[in-house]
């Protein structure tokens, strides 16, 4: 398994949509849909296909081998 990059954010939650954007997963907008549309992304282990879904420091976001953790602070 990869390792784990963390990406801070200065306030929560932030929208899954906006994350993969800052994260570098995501070029733009319609890519994020992209993704999260083909159930390439996941949420603490779990498929997400919501661009809505809130998260908070801790939730690691996978898509294929690149594990990002959300770092608030």
Do not use: C, Y
Not at 27 to 32: I, L, M, P, T, V
């Amino acid at each position: 398994m990869s390792s784990v990059r963390d990406v801070s954010i200065n306030e929560e939650p932030i929208k899954l949509g906006q994350f993969l954007k800052l994260a570098g997963l995501a070029d733009d907008g319609s890519h994020a849909r992209m993704l999260l549309e083909s159930g390439d992304v996941t949420v603490n282990g779990e498929a997400e296909h919501r661009r809505g879904r809130q998260l908070r420091g801790g939730d690691v976001v996978a898509i294929e081998d690149e594990r990002v953790r959300v770092a608030f602070g």
